[in-house]
């Protein structure tokens, strides 16, 4: 069972999972995208079934457990993926949309973690929810995205103690991905009088993918997709202070271009306005197709070698890109 399954990282796990020969439940807000995926996939013999939803209606994710249910006859598998971002100050961002971001990122996980619970309470199973490096550490410009993930953090740690207190038979794994190359930005509400971009270091969908099908098959607590994660929530532990520094200096420019905010058509905080079923977002920069360090991390051996690097390695890139501590101002990427 999938969750925003027609963009993106859902897009991209998706395919994937059916490579592989999984039977396949999808269910994101667009009909229409949703439709011509199961198409694709059972032109390719994947045995795959649809239902249109809205992740923040408790009802529509039982009912799209129902059918689940009702085909293949069990739950082995819940993916929480679906999720949007709005760009801007936080003193700009309405309530409204607030609302209605913590209504598809936090509470989207929580009623689907309900439904899957309900459903592999005596079965078993895998949990996934997809959260992000900003579950551990904020940024400028998506302050709420990081609350939003911040929350789905806490959810998940608790859900997964009581589940394992009750000794249940289903795992529970916090996918933590860096700036991932889809239509994120695209989808996201942008207050910005500019487009919005990713920060680098940024990877590509299929590095997500991998690691919610090694959750899916293997008992693991988090995986951060990429280096850039990994380091990123560790540098908020370790030096918070100096960190928030380093943010402060860098990621208002690199979550921003020069190009003017106007044209976006497929902005999606409130409803689905893209059926294209694409898998990437066009970042102009280096894309890494693989991550060494998320497959190290899933043998424990190499891990604490590995993060030391990263911690490093991308503290350095940070700062040769956009020149910590050289003179100039930021850019003003207010609407006011």
């Not at 003193?91 to 009623?111: A, K, M, P, Y």
């Not at 410009?141 to 103690?161: D, I, P």
Request: glycine residues 8%.
């Amino acid at each position: 069972m999938l969750t925003g399954a027609t963009s993106g990282i859902g897009l991209v796990t998706a395919r994937e999972m059916a490579k592989r020969g999984a039977k396949l439940m999808l269910t994101a807000r667009n009909g229409d995208a949703l439709r011509a995926l199961v198409n694709e996939l059972k032109v390719d013999g994947c045995e795959a079934r649809w239902k249109q939803a809205d992740v923040a209606s408790e009802k529509d994710l039982h009912a799209v457990a129902d059918k689940a249910i009702e085909n293949f006859g069990r739950i082995d598998t819940w993916i929480n993926n679906a999720g949007v971002s709005i760009y801007g100050k936080l003193e700009e961002i309405t309530d409204e949309d607030s609302r209605r971001l913590f209504d598809t990122n936090f509470w989207g996980v929580v009623n689907g973690s309900r439904a899957a619970l309900e459903k592999m309470r005596a079965r078993g199973g895998a949990l996934i929810n997809v959260g992000s490096t900003l579950s551990d550490r904020a940024i400028p410009l998506q302050g709420m995205y990081c609350a939003s993930k911040h929350a789905v953090k806490g959810f998940t740690e608790a859900l997964r103690m009581e589940i394992e207190a009750d000794d249940l038979p289903i795992s529970v794994t916090l996918i933590k991905p860096a700036a991932i190359d889809t239509p994120y930005k695209d989808h996201a509400k942008n207050y910005l009088n500019v487009q919005p971009e990713n920060p680098p270091p940024v990877y590509s969908p299929e590095t997500v993918a991998h690691a919610i099908m090694h959750a899916a098959e293997h008992q693991v607590r988090d995986i951060f997709v990429g280096a850039g994660a990994k380091a990123i929530s560790l540098l908020g532990e370790v030096v918070p202070r100096i960190t928030d520094r380093l943010m402060e200096a860098t990621m208002v420019d690199l979550q921003t271009t020069d190009e003017p905010s106007n044209g976006r058509d497929k902005e999606g905080l409130y409803k689905s306005n893209d059926s294209s079923l694409s898998e990437r977002g066009g970042y102009p920069g280096h894309v890494a197709e693989s991550s060494f360090y998320t497959r190290a991390s899933l043998h424990p051996v190499a891990t604490g070698t590995v993060a030391a690097l990263a911690i490093g390695g991308v503290a350095y890139a940070l700062v040769k890109v956009t020149g910590v501590g050289s003179p100039g101002a930021s850019r003003d990427v207010s609407k006011n």
